[in-house]
């Protein structure tokens, strides 16, 4: 039996597990879902994650959710290239600090920019108050800061000089505020060269097949039915 992915490539943590397992030349049946959709909810899926979220991975009778915890599995079952997951202590806890920080660091910040500037006007037919999206955007900004100066400093990568799941994780979360249409790399050089490195190592095919249904979110979005949006009303208000 095939191992099973289940991903929706609008959600961060979904193309980090997507690209690795691409890259790595894992075989795996793609099942897609749509969030938008709310196909997380379907019974079905239940019984693969009961918390109704993605990513998940079903090995058999094994599931598993979480995404790091997802890709180290397939790191260790494939015996992916050291570089990943690095067996050097320094190198190793590098990965570590930035994948304990990037949770509530930049994850919750990068996401609340497609909320505010993608979701939210579909479903109210209204924008966002700009006091509220100046925030956002100021807390988004200075996460970027700290992931320049602290996690990237002068080094070509997070844990040194290769590439990393920090990396993987921290450019799937990067390119969620371009999907909302926010230019994060104008005016941050060593955020761009970064970027551009990450690409390079992924492989840009890969790379922008994974990112095309995020980059072409606000128009998907826009000539959607509001209402098959109608699930996350209630959780759109907290923000209101």
């Known amino acids: 039996m095939a ?4 991903l929706d490539l609008l959600s961060q943590p979904c193309r980090a597990v997507y690209i690795f397992a691409k890259k790595n030349n894992i075989p795996f ?10 196909d997380q909810f379907e019974k079905d899926y239940e019984k693969v994650n009961p918390i109704g979220k993605v990513p998940a991975l079903k090995d058999g009778d094994f599931c598993l959710t979480e995404s790091i ?9 494939f015996q992916a ?19 304990s920080w990037q949770h509530t660091g930049i994850r919750m910040h990068g996401s609340k920019i497609f909320w505010f ?9 209204m924008e966002l108050p700009k006091d509220k999206l100046d925030l956002a955007l100021k807390d988004l900004n200075a996460s970027l800061k700290v992931m320049e100066e602290k996690f990237l400093q002068d080094r070509p990568f997070i844990a040194g000089d290769q590439m990393t799941l920090a990396d ?20 941050r050089p060593k955020l761009s060269a ?26 998907k979005v826009k000539a959607m039915d509001g209402s098959r949006l109608e699930i996350y009303k209630e959780k759109m208000k907290q923000f209101m």
């Open 117 to 125: 500037k993608v979701l939210i006007p579909k479903v109210f037919d």
């Open 29 to 38: 049946e793609f099942k897609e879902l749509s969030l938008l959709h709310g």
């Open 168 to 187: 993987l994780v921290a450019i799937v979360e990067v390119m969620q505020p371009v999907g909302a249409g926010v230019d994060v790399f104008e005016g």
């Open 3 to 6: 191992l099973e992915l289940y």
């Open 81 to 99: 290239p050291e570089f990943w997951f690095p067996a050097d202590l320094q190198q190793r806890a590098r990965v570590n600090e930035y994948l």
């Open 69 to 77: 915890a997802i890709m180290l599995y397939l790191a260790q079952k």
């Open 194 to 219: 970064w970027r551009d490195r990450v690409q390079a190592t992924i492989g840009k095919e890969l790379f922008d097949e994974t990112h095309e249904g995020i980059v072409g979110a606000r128009e």
